[in-house]
C-alpha cells in the first residue's frame, strides 16, 4: 500500500468512528498526530471558541477537543472525498453540531487539510462556516 493509501485508510478509520461516537473518539484523533505538531482551525480562536485556535503539540489538543466536547453536541459528521498525493490529504464533508448553551444548530461544509511524516500527522488545519458558528454561539 502507498504511503497516500495508508494515510486515507488511516483518516477514513478516524473519521468513522469520529461520526459514529458523536465526537466521543478525542483520543483517537490525538493518537493520530506527532509529538509537535502545527494545528490550525479557521475561527483562529474568535467567535467565542478560544480553543478553536492554533496549537504546536499534541498534548495541546486536549483543550481544542474538550472545548467541542464541553460546548457542542454532534448531530451529524459526514465524510464525502479524501484528495491525496504525496504526503497531503484532504477531508471534504460536511458537519452539523447543536451549541449545547442555547440549543442552536450549525451546519457548514467543512474542509480537513492534513500532511503525514512517518505515519504520524504534523499539520492539521480545518475550514468551516465561521459566521454559522458565531451566528449558533450568540
Not at 2 to 29: C, F, R, T
Not at 31 to 52: E, N, P, R
Request: hydrophobic fraction near 40%.
Amino acid at each position: 500500500m502507498s504511503d497516500e493509501a495508508q494515510n486515507v485508510a488511516i483518516l477514513k478509520q478516524a473519521y468513522a468512528k469520529w461520526s459514529a461516537s458523536k465526537g466521543g473518539s478525542a483520543n483517537d484523533w490525538i493518537a493520530l498526530f506527532a509529538d509537535q505538531i502545527k494545528f490550525g482551525s479557521i475561527a483562529q480562536g474568535d467567535h467565542g471558541a478560544a480553543y478553536l485556535t492554533a496549537y504546536q503539540s499534541r498534548d495541546d489538543l486536549v483543550q481544542y477537543f474538550g472545548g467541542i466536547s464541553r460546548d457542542w453536541e454532534m448531530l451529524e459528521y459526514i465524510t464525502e472525498n479524501f484528495v491525496a498525493q504525496d504526503d497531503r490529504v484532504v477531508m471534504l464533508g460536511r458537519c452539523s453540531y447543536r451549541f449545547k448553551r442555547n440549543g442552536k444548530v450549525v451546519t457548514t461544509p467543512k474542509v480537513d487539510s492534513w500532511r503525514f511524516a512517518g505515519g504520524k500527522a504534523v499539520e492539521f488545519y480545518e475550514y468551516y462556516d465561521t459566521a454559522k458558528l458565531q451566528q449558533a454561539m450568540s
